[in-house]
């Protein structure tokens, strides 16, 4: 819970006004955002100069303090976490308040999210194209920013959809239980890698990464370096080539 809480303010513009919302086409090459272009976000609640991704504030997706994000499921992008959000050239993680996501003009710029009594559930999605991809996998790098005297347990969690309309799926082996140090610290940093057969082939794969308002001041998490990345399938002819390679061999491995 955060020092300060914000009234609520109803989302009464389109989440497309605010965002890029074209899939990233993976056939086009791996997806990868890792902030340092501090011009993509330079207004609050706009991301149109950054593709493929956007930041949700997560109102009401959860009540009370301390809930594990793995069990948030419903998605963010209908009413009543429609609030699309970003805190638009931050350089101040120890004290900035307001919860939500967060673009920190850093040394090593970020975008952060930070639970509060508003931002329930605040959480960075990217949006892909996998049509004929496989070994489609997500890696990105988790950055305590907070050095303040605020020590709370922040949990992360990844999730994904293969439908604009369904509710998430959890990636348990993503799951996070703390990505932050403290209190006075802001060191720790977590590598956090996932693939699953089930993206693959996908003409629609969006993938959330979520936390929840903690007990206690949250303290704010980079989610930096990411990479979503992929192979072609090959194409039946190449199949049968590698199917005859191998039988052949096989073949010579029992002359022998």
Known sequence: MKKITLLAVAATISASAFADMNLWDLSTGDFSQDWTNTALISTDDN??????????????????TGVDPQ???????LTPGLVVDVNANR???????????AEFELTNA??????SGTADAP????????????????GYLLRDLDGSADNSVQPIALQYRLSSTSDFINVGSAFVADASSGPSLATLTTPVFATNSLWDNQAYLEFR????NAVGNDEWIGVDDIRIASEAIPEPATMVVLGAAALAAAARRKRK
């Open 123 to 138: 959480s960075l999605n990217f949006f892909v194209n996998a049509s004929g991809r496989t070994n489609v996998s997500i």
């Open 209 to 212: 990464v979520i936390t929840a």
């Open 110 to 115: 970020t975008v952060a999210l930070n639970g």
């Open 71 to 77: 069990t948030i499921l419903a998605p963010a992008g």
């Open 91 to 101: 350089t101040d993680p120890n004290t900035f308040l307001t919860g939500g996501v």
């Open 47 to 64: 991301w149109s100069g950054v593709a493929s991704v956007m930041g949700y504030r997560g109102d009401e997706l959860v009540a009370g």
